[in-house]
């Protein structure tokens, strides 16, 4: 059970690092363009790269700070999905990176899923 779990993990991780590398490779997303991801609420809103990237052009991830800067602490966060059971923002796992769950220019996934099958689908 554990031994295919970290199985699938790794083919998984390396798609992804595939997909990836092949996207950013090609060309950095250009502004104001959609992806179908979170990156295009986050341009409709008016906000540019450096809404989260400190450096220019953007090279790599942000880490969770450029996230709470706007959105609040995990606290904030959590009274905002207290309607969900289990609230995401506030499980027996602390206070884990938002990318653990939240990508911006790709597919986000639902950590929890790894363990439990919680109806949680993640923005
Ligand atoms: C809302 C925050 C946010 C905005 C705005 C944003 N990014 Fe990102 N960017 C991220 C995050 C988070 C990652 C890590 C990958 C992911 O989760 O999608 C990332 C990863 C990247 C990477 C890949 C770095 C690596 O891991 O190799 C590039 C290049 C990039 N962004 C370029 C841009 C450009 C260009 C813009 C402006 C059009 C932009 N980003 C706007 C959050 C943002
Ligand atoms: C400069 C401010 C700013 C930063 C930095 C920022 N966001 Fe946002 N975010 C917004 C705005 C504005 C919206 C659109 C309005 C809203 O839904 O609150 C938004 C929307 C969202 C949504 C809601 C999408 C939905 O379906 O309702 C999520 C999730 C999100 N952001 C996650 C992130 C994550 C993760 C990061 C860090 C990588 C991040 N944001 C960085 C301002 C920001
Ligand atoms: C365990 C996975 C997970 C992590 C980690 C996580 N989120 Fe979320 N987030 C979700 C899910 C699932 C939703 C959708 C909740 C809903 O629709 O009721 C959500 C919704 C949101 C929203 C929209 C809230 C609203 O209804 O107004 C924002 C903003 C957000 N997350 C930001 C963040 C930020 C910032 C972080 C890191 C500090 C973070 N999230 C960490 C899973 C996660
Ligand atoms: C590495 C595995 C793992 C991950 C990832 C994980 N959990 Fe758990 N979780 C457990 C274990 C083990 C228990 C205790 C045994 C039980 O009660 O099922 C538990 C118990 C729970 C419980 C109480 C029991 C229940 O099922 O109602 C909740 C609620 C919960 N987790 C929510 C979450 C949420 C929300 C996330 C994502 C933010 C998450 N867990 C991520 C392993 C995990």
Do not use: W
Request: aromatic share 4%; hydrophobic share 35%; net charge neutral.
């Amino acid at each position: 059970m554990r031994r295919t779990h970290a199985v699938a993990l790794l083919i998984f991780g390396s798609i992804t690092a595939v997909l990836t590398t092949h996207v950013y490779s090609q060309s950095p997303p250009a502004p104001g363009t959609g992806h179908g991801f979170l990156i295009d609420k986050h341009i409709a809103a008016g906000l540019n790269c450096s809404a989260c990237h400190a450096e220019s052009p953007p090279a790599k991830a942000p880490d969770t700070a450029a996230c709470t800067k706007c959105h609040g602490s995990y606290s904030d966060i959590a009274a905002k999905t207290a309607q969900d059971q289990p609230n995401p923002h506030a499980s027996h796992l602390g206070d884990i990176p938002c990318a653990s769950c939240h990508h911006i220019h790709q597919a986000s996934v639902t950590y929890c899923a790894q363990c439990h099958n919680f109806d949680m689908k993640t923005p």
